[in-house]
């Protein structure tokens, strides 16, 4: 099994940036992508960003260019810089890995969650 704790995540005007943070323990060494799912009030939970261990990375659209997800491997820690945050992107960010031979699609563990509000 492995636990997420993700830290980071705040109230920021249109424009900020906020970095997240997720600590990964436990059965590390099955992990394969880490990455960020949100959930915005009403709206399905959706995929941000993606990070394999080979260092690949993929983002939603709606993220590209302003949003650079990074991870450290020895710290088994990833990281999402959001840059440029528009109101639109605030949801509830969650942390989560899938192993080898999982689907990002449907991850293996998820973090606790952690709020991101963009005012206007």
């Known amino acids: 099994q492995v636990q997420l704790v993700e830290s980071g995540g705040g109230l920021v005007q249109a424009g900020g940036s906020l970095r997240l943070s997720c600590a990964a323990s436990g059965s590390i060494f099955s992990i394969n992508a880490m990455g960020w799912y949100r959930q915005a009030p009403g709206k399905q939970r959706e995929s941000v960003a993606v990070?394999?261990?080979?260092?690949?990375?993929n983002y939603a659209d709606s993220v590209k260019g302003r949003f650079t997800i990074s991870r450290e491997n020895a710290k088994n820690t990833v990281y999402l810089q959001m840059n440029s945050l528009t109101p639109e992107d605030t949801a509830v960010y969650y942390c989560?890995?899938?192993?080898?031979?999982?689907?990002?699609?449907?991850?293996?563990?998820w973090g606790q969650g952690t709020q991101v509000t963009v005012s206007s």
């Open positions: 990070i394999l261990r080979g260092s690949s990375t």
């Open positions: 989560a890995v899938s192993k080898y031979g999982s689907s990002w699609s449907n991850p293996d563990n």
